[in-house]
């Protein structure tokens, strides 16, 4: 019998698996399986240990973009420094640029912290605007919405489906996003400090205050002289939470500590990047509690 239940499932598995997707980080991931159910098989490239920026490539990235049929990107020049190599070794028509099956998530969100004049020449990993998106929930159905369509586009045939999924998703997320709101603005008026400009998009939401980061410019290590100007800044602020990721060193944010009092909050950049931020929910309930602590 459950040899038999088995077969079954992987027989569904089989039949109704008809796209390939691959997402370059989970929090994506998570919402395609969302969309998608039983008709997609996601693979997310880029493990949340590490640097968004830097994703370190493996050889078995190359082959897993050679199968896809569709390859979501977060886009906005997060990806540029590990995946256009391995775009180029997987040599896979369907995703290539300007390819049907290639979804720049950047595209549809109303990107923030543009800069007037490109500084990517000194390092700044930001110089298309801040594309740290999905650390807000309040992106989550753009994104949803995004996928929900190429989805449709590339698999017609299962338009109802992915349109019901898409339905479902959205009313679980609004009800969830209406008790988040109200969770949040107990913490109005906030005030907080990056390592690198993760929350932006979340803080310009719930109207915290980032009053500077550990990191001089996007993609920049700390100095001496900026730590001094930044740890002189908190005082003057009363700044009291440091928001630190999991993948870059914690002693800066630690020194930082001693000097003001504050206090260090590890927090994901993505789903399961710390313990318990598993799911949707999870990531962001996490987020939110200890920007607000
Ligand atoms: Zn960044």
């Known amino acids: ?29 998570l919402i395609t399986q969302k969309i998608g159910g039983d008709l997609v098989n996601v693979t997310v490239l880029g493990s949340s240990k590490y640097d968004p920026h830097f994703i370190v490539p493996k050889p ?25 190599p391995l775009l180029r070794a997987a040599n896979n028509a369907k995703i290539q640029n300007g390819a049907k099956g290639l979804l720049d998530m950047s595209h549809y969100i109303s990107m923030i912290d543009v800069p ?9 990993v930001h110089a298309q605007g801040n594309p740290h998106f999905s650390t807000d929930p309040n992106q989550v159905l753009v994104m949803a919405e995004a996928i929900k369509k190429k989805l449709i586009q590339l698999d017609p045939e ?19 996003l209406q008790n988040f709101d109200t969770k949040m603005q107990m913490c109005q008026g906030k005030k907080v400090v ?27 290590s700390p100095s001496s002289k900026h730590t001094l100007a930044l740890i002189m800044s908190m005082r003057q602020n009363h700044v009291k939470t440091i928001l630190q990721d999991v ?14 009092g504050a206090k ?29 602590n």
Not at 1 to 29: E, N
Not at 158 to 176: D, H, S
Not at 264 to 292: M, W
């Open 1 to 29: 019998m459950k040899k038999l239940l088995l077969l079954t499932i992987l027989l569904q598995g089989f039949l109704f698996a008809s796209l390939r997707v691959d997402t370059t980080y989970s929090t994506m991931g």
């Open 60 to 84: 078995s990235l190359i082959a897993k973009l050679r199968r896809a049929d569709l390859l979501i990107m977060n886009g906005g020049g997060l990806e540029l420094g590990w995946l256009p």
């Open 116 to 124: 007037s004049s490109v500084s990517r020449a000194f390092g700044d």
């Open 158 to 176: 299962n338009e109802k489906i992915y349109q019901e999924n898409f339905n479902v998703f959205q009313k679980k997320w609004q009800r969830y």
């Open 194 to 220: 990056q390592y690198h400009e993760l929350y932006n998009y979340f803080l310009k939401r719930y109207d915290i205050q980032s009053i500077g980061n550990i990191e001089p410019l996007p993609g920049i």
């Open 247 to 260: 993948y870059h060193e914690q002693k800066t944010a630690a020194f930082i500590a001693s000097k003001t």
């Open 264 to 292: 260090v909050q590890i927090i994901p950049h993505d789903i399961r990047a710390v313990k318990g931020s598993d799911t949707l929910e999870n990531f962001y309930n996490i987020i939110g509690k200890r920007i607000c």
